[in-house]
C-alpha cells in the first residue's frame, strides 16, 4: 500500500493544520495507523496512533493538542493540531503497519514560527 500526506505548512505559533494521510488501498482492515515526526537532527518519533477500532493514543508532548481519526470509506487517517508550537516543527510522517511491516508515507513539513 502507498500512503500520500498533505496538509503540512507555516503556521504561527497558536495555530492549527489538519494533515491528510490517503493509502492507495482500503484501510479498513488496517488495524493499527499512526502519525510519527521528525526534527532536524533528532530521532522519529511516535505522535498519535489509532486501532481500525478507533482506539487512539497520543505522545504526552501533544496529548490535548493533536486528534487523530480515520475515515474508512476515504482510506484516509487525519492528524488535527492545534496550539501548535514553534517544537512541533518536524516534517510528519503516516504509518501503517500490515502484517508485521511498516508502510511510510513520504512526510509533509510542518514549520511553527514564534
Known amino acids: 500500500v502507498q500512503l500520500q500526506a498533505s496538509g503540512g505548512g507555516l503556521v504561527q505559533a497558536g495555530g492549527s493544520l489538519n494533515l491528510s494521510c490517503t493509502a492507495s488501498a482500503s484501510i479498513f482492515s488496517i488495524y493499527y495507523m499512526a502519525w510519527y515526526r521528525q526534527a532536524p537532527g533528532k530521532q522519529r518519533e511516535l505522535v498519535a496512533t489509532?486501532?481500525?477500532?478507533?482506539?487512539?493514543d497520543y505522545a504526552a508532548s501533544v496529548k490535548g493538542r493533536f486528534t487523530i481519526s480515520r475515515d474508512n470509506a476515504k482510506n484516509t487517517v487525519y492528524l488535527q493540531m492545534n496550539s501548535l508550537k514553534p517544537e512541533d516543527t518536524s516534517v510528519y510522517y503516516c504509518?501503517?503497519?500490515?502484517?508485521?511491516?511498516?508502510?511510510w508515507g513520504q512526510g509533509t513539513l510542518v514549520t511553527v514560527s514564534s
Open positions: 489509532i486501532t481500525s477500532g478507533g482506539t487512539t
Open positions: 504509518n501503517a503497519k500490515i502484517s508485521f511491516t511498516d508502510f
